[in-house]
């Protein structure tokens, strides 16, 4: 158990080669380091109390790609807690570091037979990690007379300034109550989903000892030794605690709630009908709202998922949660009946210029997309990318559309970029030469761009390797296209044909009205299915067609390095995977490959 002093400030434990003699007496001197301030704390003390302070800090809006990719090697019932708290620790770095560059936190030294004084703000040329986890002052491009020396904090200056922070960053102690809902303030009323959902994992543990969690997902097709045995099993448990959890939320037995800032407001049960988005709330707090439903919740976009401390414990309590049910089939949501209706049909924005991404989409689904809207919609299948073939139908929308520009009936704008790791913020936009098109004809939904080719930048034949091999680095960024050029190329519905269902589902629309990619065999097939289809992605839809070539290379190559496991493993051939996102190739990868679908 740490120690505190006074100010509640955590002590840390003494340095190991200190005099033990002295170890125990307040470092006023320090025969290792040399003199120290008077009544302060060393700068590497502080970074430790604010990193103690962060424990109870909720996770940050933004995480590090990195900071992802590497979680992926955290066992699944510990990586949303790894992820917050090492988050919140490089935040409260940063915190420090530039309040001793501001001058919020004075800084004090004590050089060797010189009285103590305080340094300038503008004396630090810059504070690394080395410097604030060290508390000595050691960065990589300054020599001066700072350089080498113990940095310290006065005890006032930082008990005032560590208590600021903590107040901002627990924001649901500073305010009173709910102003969309009325609760009594206390921050322990609620308690983050994924902490929730871990929870209920040890107690399913508990209740299910000695049963097979799912039943239904097959072991592997030859588990080489125990380590892949207990890895599946522990995947059984996770598929168990997700399905359990679902089904309570979409029956109704528990509520997820949005917080922030002392507010709340009340999830619908529609809303965990989607099993990648509920995924992305169970490990991360924040659940993905389909941006195509007119749900009303769009202001509470960046809020959190919590659920009630009090609910959650009824709940918990019921002997049927353990129970296997109807399991892995999900309920109909409570609320069905008063779901919003999926949005079908929407023009591109009324500016002269329209993102490339709503252009192609437009001309793809007769739903034009954002940037954003797309990226929600693709990594987690909502709309148009629940259905299958939806990637054909946009990239013969992308080549459709440079084919017809290439002509200059089209205009496009952007930024050429000779290697796209180039700031795109040093270039100009200008007007793209039409013939540019012949060549610059594959979709970057990423950056909005065009690449050398054709198609889509993740198909799997357009790979990142290849695209080295031809030596083409460059590409157009943040592309915009005409809009009336575009509608005139690609006209709009008329008023009176139907709404419901994507363009490609309405097989009274005839094509050259609707100008999206309805002449593709998909929409035959779907015009043929007289029976009303259940939500959701059918089943053989989606990326399982796609990815079963990869899932075998995956099974071989944990086959030759025992070592691997199934993320390792995914990393090695996400770069070949369709989607929009490393991270989330190799989760879909991993998780497909726990589930056994690598068999033959």
Wanted: charged share 25%.
């Amino acid at each position: 158990m740490a120690r505190k002093d006074e100010r509640g400030v955590m002590i840390p434990a003494p340095v190991q080669f200190n005099n033990p003699a002295s170890a125990s007496l307040p470092r006023y001197d320090d025969e290792h380091r040399g003199p120290a301030v008077t009544d302060s704390y060393e700068l590497s003390h502080c970074r430790i109390d604010l990193a103690e302070r962060s424990e109870g800090w909720p996770t940050p809006a933004n995480l590090p790609s990195r900071m992802v990719d590497f979680a992926q090697s955290v066992p699944e019932d510990q990586r949303a807690n790894w992820l917050r708290r090492q988050a919140n620790i490089e935040e409260a770095e940063r915190h420090i570091a530039n309040a001793m560059q501001s001058g919020e936190l004075p800084i004090w030294v004590a050089p060797i037979g010189e009285p103590e004084r305080l340094v300038a703000p503008g004396a630090f040329v810059e504070v690394d990690h080395a410097t604030v986890v060290s508390g000595v002052y050691r960065p990589r491009n300054d020599r001066g007379w700072l350089y080498g020396r113990p940095l310290f904090v006065k005890r006032d200056d930082w008990a005032i300034f560590a208590a600021r922070i903590d107040a901002a960053k627990k924001p649901m102690r500073k305010y009173g109550k709910s102003q969309s809902r009325s609760h009594d303030g206390d921050e322990r009323q609620w308690l983050r989903i994924s902490k929730a959902v871990c929870i209920l994992q040890r107690i399913l543990r508990t209740r299910l000892a000695g049963q097979e969690p799912a039943p239904w997902i097959d072991p592997p097709a030859d588990p080489f030794d125990a380590e892949c045995e207990n890895a599946t099993h522990r995947h059984r448990r996770t598929a168990r605690t997700s399905l359990t959890m679902r089904r309570a939320l979409l029956a109704g037995d528990l509520t997820a709630h949005l917080v922030k800032d002392g507010r709340s407001h009340p999830l619908p049960g529609w809303a965990w009908e989607n099993a990648s988005a509920a995924e992305n709330a169970f490990y991360f707090d924040r659940l993905p709202l389909d941006p195509l439903l007119d749900h009303n919740l769009g202001e509470f976009s960046d809020w959190r998922c919590f659920v009630s401390h009090n609910e959650l414990k009824k709940w918990l309590a019921r002997p049927e949660i353990a129970e296997i049910g109807d399991l892995p089939t999900l309920p109909e949501p409570f609320d069905h009946k008063v779901q919003p209706v999926q949005l079908s049909y929407r023009e591109p924005p009324n500016r002269p210029y329209v993102e490339l991404t709503q252009a192609v989409t437009w001309i793809a689904f007769a739903i034009s997309l954002s940037r954003d809207e797309f990226d929600c919609i693709e990594s987690f299948g909502f709309g148009p990318a629940a259905k299958g073939h939806w990637q054909e139908a946009l990239g013969d929308a992308m080549t459709r559309l440079a084919a017809i520009a290439s002509d200059g009936t089209i205009g496009f704008r952007g930024r050429y970029l000779t290697n796209v790791a180039i700031d795109q913020n040093t270039v100009l936009t200008e007007l793209i030469d039409p013939v540019r098109l012949e060549d610059f004809a594959q979709f970057d939904n990423v950056r909005d761009g065009l690449r050398y080719g054709a198609g889509l930048t993740w198909s799997r034949e357009n790979n990142t390797i290849e695209r080295a091999l031809q030596g083409r680095r460059d590409a157009f960024v943040s592309v915009r296209v005409n809009r009336a050029e575009l509608l005139t190329a690609f006209p709009p519905k008329t008023a009176s044909l139907t709404t419901k269902g994507i363009a490609t589902d309405a097989p009274e629309t005839p094509a050259h009205q609707v100008g999206v990619a309805c002449e593709l065999s998909v929409s035959s097939k779907l015009n043929e299915a007289a029976p009303k289809l259940r939500k959701g992605r059918a089943k053989g839809t989606g990326y399982q067609q796609a990815d079963a070539p990869l899932l075998e290379k995956m099974r071989e190559a944990i086959a030759k390095n025992p070592a691997l496991n199934a993320t390792s493993a995914a990393k090695l051939v996400a770069n070949e995977a369709v989607g929009a996102s490393f991270e989330a190739k190799v989760d879909r990868l991993s998780r497909a490959f726990r589930a056994g679908r690598n068999r033959r």
